[in-house]
């Protein structure tokens, strides 16, 4: 079974740094400080997600049926990935005010008329 490098440190969360590279081959080893790609600070989840998403392309309809979920958990997965890349204001400021209107949608507790004003901007 392939062994994934960690980004994330298991015990406080921190971003981790790699502090040593060796040749399998012939046993060459470089040590230093080496950043990760910033798609190694992704978890498990977020990897598959951002996998999924490319597969298909960004077509949300196709994301939702093979995940089996839901528009608003689309939306709420690709924030997760897009704050984890280290997008975080911009993730916040376009997106959790729209999953929160489509998930109140979805649930039945504003009209598609409301969710659409809110959506545009416009004051309700």
Known sequence: MKKAVIGICPVCDNKLKVTQLSCRRCGTTISGEFELDKFD???KEQKYFAEIFIKN???????????GVSYPT??????????????REEA??????QTDILDKLSKG????????????????
């Open 57 to 67: 392309r960004g077509n949300i309809k196709e994301i939702e049926k093979e995940l």
């Open 109 to 124: 507790l504003i009209t598609s008329e409301k969710a659409l004003k809110l959506l545009n901007g416009e004051e309700v």
């Open 92 to 97: 916040k400021k376009d997106s959790v005010n």
């Open 74 to 87: 689309v939306r709420k997965f690709l924030d997760e990935v897009i704050e984890a890349l280290g997008y």
């Open 41 to 43: 600070h992704l978890n």
